[in-house]
T-cell receptor, first 117, second 115 residues
C-alpha cells in the first residue's frame, strides 16, 4: 500500500527558531498534500492544502507567513514553522492524495510532535 | 457548517466483547462519512466509508459502521474485540459539494481492549 513518511516524529526547539517538517510519499506521486494540526483532545484541523508546483491554499485563520508550505516535487511537501513560539507546540500531521485516486483516499503520515520551549 | 462529534474520549472493552465507538455529525445534505484508525507511532489509516447505498458499511479488520440518517450518527462497531484493536479512532465527515480538502475530523476516541 501507499506509504507517507513524515519526519521528524518529534522535535524540541527554542522559541524564535524555525522548524521544518517533511512529508514524503514513498511509492506514489502525490499531486495534493494536506497539513493538519491537532491539539490535545481536539480534532485534526486542516491548515492548508498543498498542490505540487503552486502556492498552498491556507484555511481561514492560518498565518501563511508563519507556516510556510512548499510542495516542490510530486513526492515531497514541507511545512516550516517560522519563528516558533510555545503556542505553536502541537501535533502536526500531513496526508497525501495519489493522482487519480478519489478525494477520500488519503494516506497519512505518522505525525510530528513539536514542542517549543 | 459541517461538524462531527465523538462524545467519548475513551472506550474500554474486554476482549471478545462487542465494541461501539460513537460518532454523530452535522452537515447539510447527504454526507460522506469515514472512519480512520491511528495506531501508536503510525499515520491514520482508512477503515471504511459511507457514500450512499446500504446503511451498514463493512471495512477493514472486521469493523463495520451503521449510517443512521434520522439520528445523524455513524457509529463504528465490531462484534468481537481484539487486543490489537486498541488504538485511536477518528470519525470524519465531508460535504459532497465541498472541495476534497474539506474533510472534518472528530476529536478521536481512544479504544482500549483488555485481555
Amino acid at each position: 500500500g501507499a506509504v507517507v513518511s513524515q519526519h521528524p516524529s518529534r522535535v524540541i526547539c527554542k522559541s524564535g527558531t524555525s522548524v521544518k517538517i517533511e512529508c514524503r510519499s514513498l511509492d506514489f506521486q502525490a499531486t495534493t498534500m494536506f497539513w493538519y494540526r491537532q491539539f490535545p483532545k481536539k480534532s485534526l484541523m486542516l491548515m492548508a492544502t498543498s498542490n505540487e508546483g503552486s502556492k498552498a491554499t491556507y484555511e481561514q485563520g492560518v498565518e501563511k507567513d508563519k507556516f510556510l508550505i512548499n510542495h516542490a516535487s510530486l513526492t515531497l511537501s514541507t511545512l516550516t514553522v517560522t519563528s516558533a513560539h510555545p503556542e505553536d507546540s502541537s501535533f502536526y500531521i500531513c496526508s497525501a492524495k495519489r493522482f487519480r485516486d478519489s478525494n477520500e483516499k488519503l494516506f497519512f503520515g505518522s505525525g510530528t510532535q513539536l514542542s517549543v520551549l | 457548517a459541517q461538524s462531527v462529534a465523538q462524545p467519548e474520549d475513551q472506550v474500554n472493552v474486554a476482549e471478545g466483547n462487542p465494541l461501539t465507538v460513537k460518532c454523530t455529525y452535522s452537515v447539510s445534505g447527504n454526507p460522506y462519512l469515514f472512519w480512520y484508525v491511528q495506531y501508536p507511532n503510525r499515520g491514520l489509516q482508512f477503515l471504511l466509508k459511507y457514500i450512499t447505498g446500504d446503511n451498514l458499511v463493512k471495512g477493514s479488520y472486521g469493523f463495520e459502521a451503521e449510517f443512521n440518517k434520522s439520528q445523524t450518527s455513524f457509529h463504528l462497531k465490531k462484534p468481537s474485540a481484539l487486543v490489537s484493536d486498541s488504538a485511536l479512532y477518528f470519525c470524519a465527515v465531508r460535504d459532497p459539494y465541498s472541495s476534497a480538502s474539506k474533510i472534518i475530523f472528530g476529536s478521536g476516541t481512544r479504544l482500549s481492549i483488555r485481555p
